[in-house]
């Protein structure tokens, strides 16, 4: 487990890529059912050995199964619930031009009847039947570490790196053996994965709990809600906030209102 602050991330190790009699790295069969399950990955290099050149490799052999690491101008992301009984769509800022009946009715044509759709960008009804159908490429956050820094010729292979990628993908440069650079990478996790920390807390309590709820930011209080348990979103009366997107201490707020990293959130039912 990698903890940063009240948050930990689970770390699966997993099989390392192999050369090919080209000297391209190829991903380990057994690792692909993961790699496709994860939240994000930390891609591992070498500085003493031309690490720009491993990052390449990695990311063509992570193409070859339909996964990017460099995120996309537009996307849909389906997440399937139960028990909501309803299609819930939620749009980026930049709005979709999509018929929202349209997109349920696509939906409910395969069969999904409960479903969260998360769109980003502008979409054409073709990208949501793809999604449907798992027919795209997957978008994976992802952090560059460049290893073995404390060793010989590394400095200027991780000045290389960097100014080769930096502005495409983040980079941390470590020493396993010293430490250097271990202690920033639970930060920049947190950050890459595109998460927020809410927590909850009991009317008539002045304390909010301890341990966050951890999720996308564009999180929506409706959303909470349904995620800590279906009755909730059910019986959702309004909540109050307190935190970075309140205007003021105990605002009270509707369903749709989009949380952000700390707020602190008191959710009321009848």
């Keep these: 487990m990698l903890t940063y602050?009240?948050?930990?991330?689970?770390?699966?190790e997993m099989p390392a890529p192999f050369l090919n009699q080209e000297g391209d790295y190829e991903i380990q069969p057994e690792a692909t059912d993961s790699i496709r399950a994860c939240d994000g990955m930390l891609l591992v290099v070498d500085l003493t050995s031309d690490p720009l050149r491993?990052?390449?490799s990695i990311t063509r052999a992570l193409e070859d199964m339909h996964i990017s690491v460099q995120k996309p101008s537009s996307r849909v992301e389906i997440i399937r619930e139960k028990g909501s009984g309803e299609i819930r769509i939620a749009t980026s800022a930049a709005k979709t031009t999509l018929n929202p009946d349209k997109i349920r009715e696509l939906l409910q044509s395969y069969g999904i009847k409960n479903a969260l759709v998360r769109i980003y960008g502008?979409?054409?009804?073709?990208?949501i039947e793809d999604a449907i159908l798992e027919n795209v490429t997957a978008y994976k956050p992802a952090l560059v570490i460049g290893n073995k820094l404390d060793l010989l010729g590394a400095g200027k292979a991780s000045l290389n790196l960097k100014g080769q990628i930096?502005?495409?993908l983040p980079v941390i440069l470590t020493s396993c053996m010293t430490g250097q650079g271990l202690a920033q990478i639970g930060e920049q996790v947190f950050h890459c994965l595109g998460m927020i920390r809410?927590?909850?807390?009991?009317?008539?309590?002045s304390t909010p709990s301890q341990h966050p709820f951890v999720v996308p930011a564009g999180t929506t209080v409706r959303e909470l809600a349904r995620g800590i348990h279906s009755d909730f979103a059910e019986k959702y009366r309004y909540s109050r906030l307190w935190g970075p997107t309140s205007k003021f201490a105990g605002e009270r707020v509707g369903p749709e209102h989009v949380l952000g990293d700390q707020d602190i959130v008191e959710i009321h039912t009848g």
């Design 5 to 12: 602050e009240d948050v930990q991330f689970q770390l699966v």
């Design 54 to 56: 491993q990052l390449q």
């Design 122 to 127: 502008n979409i054409a009804l073709d990208d």
């Design 166 to 168: 930096e502005s495409e």
């Design 198 to 205: 809410v927590y909850t807390k009991e009317p008539n309590e």
